[in-house]
């Protein structure tokens, strides 16, 4: 026997107490909540728009998150962050959200599925996006797509809902209650800061018609390039509005041929404009009018047509939008005609149909581009495949490039490019174009893939030097005469529009167990070394038993 009685052993454990500590580690181990490696998760995120126009805030105003994570069902204070999928998210959820939770992480789904959502799921989101957008939000909103990890931890939380829908005895859902992973969800991006540098830019360029430049009537065809969406990161506005950019850029590849042969140069001008901040009051254009109507180079506004290009890539019939109804005779009367002809030359026939809303000076934002105009005396219309100015089409996650239709937007090329022709032709049957020199489906396809490939919201697009400026600056370079980059800047002392970061940050997400979890716990660790120590204090007595109760048995074998 190593030691000869139990005091011996006593006294030996006690030199040696740190020792004891280590019993308690491989319990620790087997009973920790979570694997250290899968513990704290990191997925890219997306904050909801912020912007102040005219000085009024629109969007979210907050960025900071630590928060616990909550489902649809089971949050119930400021002290939750709500997860939920967008599709589960309604209208009245979102506004009980807005004012009492303190925080929201709407799951979008991936993004190649995007484009296979059922029509009624597309209503739903550009329903949801509106209402976000119809009030500033108070508390952070953050946007993240759909992964396998993300789906874990929505079923997580799901479990440890107090009204999940879970089968099997009290004692079961108690256990799954105990044992579910609870999750805190935390974003340090900083309190949002206010962009110091604003440069919307417009580019415009001109082909001189045969005559006196100054005496000669002019058609401004112009359309924005920028993108909207409630999430600025995901804002890449294929039909509103690269479809309105790709058109313009082809109308001006089709019109230089026109007007570099000394046959089919045309008594007109044609100015082409590409307009920054559309999305934000049209702030591009409103620049533009002060340099060109109100500067010395002035517009003669008793010869001057505008035409703008929004959104124009639909299937159904365009829509010519105007403040006021054209004269009989005028230019609108005639390019309206114009354009009815030319679409009745179409394979595929559409129409073109009037669409006439007065300016309502009482609105924040105007309706459509061609009010701008409009509010300077100059005749102008917009040229669109949405009927109304208020379907959140025109500013939606949804309006991807996989959502639209080339072969639509070559269509409504060729009528707009014929009807232009024989506006300024003054010609009321015949065909301008020929097939060898046509509208190509190919440029058109090319442009939408490399606008609609990357957010062009007008917070990220307002830097100078930006790169799709500088591609359409050279594109419009290549076909007309004159091509200018101007740049409005928001007056510093009181801006008309302001813009805050961050749009994109990394929302982190850590495992942790449920409070209940904690207690348990708490409570069979103090009654292990509750035990420990008892056994310490009588080991003796116990050494003595024992060795008592292994002699009977020894005894009674021999």
């Known amino acids: 026997m190593l030691f000869s009685n139990a005091d011996e052993i006593f006294d030996a454990f006690k030199m040696f107490v740190p020792y004891y500590l280590l019993i308690a580690l491989p319990l620790m181990i087997i009973i920790s909540p979570v694997n250290p490696v899968a513990g704290a998760q990191e997925f890219p995120a997306f904050r909801m728009q912020q912007y102040d126009l005219h000085g009024v805030p629109h969007g979210c105003r907050s960025s900071i998150v630590s928060l616990d994570g909550r489902g ?65 939000t108070q508390i952070p909103v953050y946007f993240s ?21 879970q089968k099997g005895t009290a004692a079961e859902a108690m256990i799954n209650q105990i044992s579910a992973n609870g999750y805190q969800i935390v974003v340090g991006a900083g309190h949002p800061s206010v962009r110091t540098e604003i440069s919307i830019a417009n580019i415009h360029g001109k082909l001189v018609g045969n005559g006196h430049e100054d005496k000669l009537p002019t058609v401004v065809i112009a359309a924005h390039y920028d993108s909207f969406a409630v999430i600025p990161g995901e804002a890449y506005g294929a039909n509103s509005n690269a479809a309105g950019v790709a058109m313009l850029l082809e109308l001006a590849r089709l019109m230089s041929s026109l007007y570099s042969d000394t046959r089919t140069h045309p008594r007109y001008n044609l100015v082409f404009l590409l307009t920054g901040g559309g999305k934000m009051n049209y702030q591009g254009s409103k620049k533009w009018l002060e340099d060109q109507v109100d500067g010395e180079n002035a517009l003669p506004q008793d010869s001057t047509y505008v035409l703008c290009l929004d959104s124009i890539a639909g299937s159904g019939p365009i829509y010519y939008h105007v403040s006021k109804p054209p004269k009989e005779g005028s230019v609108g009367d005639r390019l309206i ?12 026939t559409t129409s073109v149909l009037l669409n006439h809303k007065k300016i309502n000076l009482a609105e924040e934002t105007l309706a459509w581009e061609h009010e701008r105009f409009s509010m300077k005396r100059l005749p102008a219309a917009t040229l669109s495949t949405i009927k109304s100015h208020k379907d959140f089409a025109r500013g939606s996650i949804l309006d991807t490039k996989d959502q639209l239709d080339v072969s639509s937007l070559a ?31 190919n440029s058109l396809q090319m442009w939408i893939d490399y606008l609609a490939s990357m957010t062009r919201a007008t917070h990220i697009v307002s830097h100078k030097n930006h790169q799709v400026v500088g591609a359409l600056k050279d594109t419009l370079a290549k076909y007309v005469k004159g091509v200018k980059v101007t740049y409005m800047v928001p007056d510093r002392r009181d801006p008309e529009l302001a813009f805050y970061d961050p749009v994109k940050t990394t929302v982190n997400v850590y495992s942790v167990k449920p409070a209940i979890f904690d207690l348990i716990l708490t409570f069979a660790i103090v009654a292990y070394l509750l035990i420990i120590y008892l056994v310490l204090q009588n080991f003796s007595s116990i050494y003595s038993l024992s060795a008592s109760i292994v002699g009977v048995r020894k005894n009674k074998s021999d």
Request: glycine share 4%.
């Open 145 to 165: 797509h759909w992964t396998p990890e993300i789906q874990s931890i929505l079923e997580d939380i799901d479990e440890i809902s107090p009204t999940s829908n």
């Open 337 to 348: 005609k114009s354009l009815n002809t030319a679409a009745e030359q179409e394979e595929q």
């Open 411 to 441: 269509r409504n090329t060729r009528v707009v490019a014929e009807a232009l022709g024989k506006h300024i032709f003054a010609l009321n049957s015949g065909k301008i174009f020929s097939d060898q020199l046509g509208v190509d489906e």
């Open 72 to 136: 649809l069902s089971s949050w119930s204070s400021s002290r939750h962050c709500v997860l939920a999928r967008i599709e589960d998210l309604t209208e009245d959820l979102y506004r009980d959200i807005r004012t009492r939770a303190g925080a929201l992480l709407v799951i979008l789904p991936k993004q190649e599925e995007m484009a296979k959502l059922s029509d009624t799921a597309k209503q739903h989101i550009l329903s949801l996006e509106s209402a976000m957008m119809q009030q500033e």
